[in-house]
């Protein structure tokens, strides 16, 4: 199978907000609605911070959204914080075969 | 709150199997799914596979052939197993549990475990 497409890098200034996107297929991303977002910082565990596509885990921050069009899965942070700074990776469930794909990961500078 | 802690050899040798375990606290391993990704240096996440139902199990397609999570569930733990390890298996292992039930909605992770393959 493969990996779902994300930019290598983004950036943004602090306050700005920012989206990276994911693109995948009709047999994953474009099927249901299942896309997963995790946060990692350097020599950390990444951390969930959406699931299904829009949902928000308890104390995750409402500055970060999710959203779907066709096969293109999004996040969007909005009002950037120096604290944001870190790899992003998207996540899907995919239909034919019943596995996980991850993508390639973003890495997100602010400035 | 649930925790994971994975243990196992952090050096394996080239062809020999790999083998990892993944211990759950504060909470039951009989409901959710549990799986298994990693990370290779400098690089990005890779989905292992998950168990779940206390035995069904789903795999990477391309790590199928080499892959067997299985679960104890008298010592609230599952296992990771990969058979004829080669350098590109070297990677920080970790486990987790999905809060979602649709299996990739990874919510708890363990602090992760390098592995490195090497003679």
């Known amino acids: 199978q493969s990996a779902l497409t994300q930019p290598a890098s983004v950036s943004g200034s602090p306050g700005q907000s920012i989206t990276i996107s994911c693109t995948g297929t009709?047999?994953?991303?474009?099927?249901?609605?299942?896309v997963s977002w995790y946060q990692q910082h350097p020599g950390k565990a990444p951390k969930l911070m959406i699931y299904e596509g829009t949902k928000r885990p308890s104390g995750v921050s409402n500055r970060f959204s999710g959203s779907r069009s066709d096969n293109t899965a999004s996040l969007t942070i909005s009002g950037l914080q120096a604290e944001d700074e870190a790899d992003y990776y998207c996540c899907s469930y995919a239909v034919s075969g019943s596995y996980v794909v991850f993508g390639g990961g973003t890495n997100l500078t602010v400035l | 709150q649930v925790q994971l802690q994975e243990s196992g050899p952090g050096l394996v040798k080239p062809s020999e199997t790999l083998a990892l375990t993944c211990t759950v606290s504060?909470?039951?391993?009989?409901?959710?799914?549990w799986s298994w990704i990693r990370q290779p240096p400098g690089k990005g996440l890779e989905w292992i596979g998950y168990?779940?139902?206390?035995?069904?199990?789903n795999y990477n397609p391309s790590l199928k052939s080499r892959v067997t999570i299985s679960v104890d569930t008298s010592k609230n733990q599952f296992s990771l197993k990969l058979s004829s390890v080669t350098a590109a298996d070297t990677a920080v292992y970790y486990c987790t549990r999905d809060t979602s039930g649709y299996g990739n909605a990874f919510d708890i992770w363990g602090q992760g475990t390098m592995v490195t393959v090497s003679s």
């Open positions: 009709s047999s994953d991303v474009g099927t249901y609605n299942l």
């Open positions: 168990i779940y139902d206390i035995g069904s199990t």
């Open positions: 504060g909470g039951s391993i009989s409901s959710h799914y």
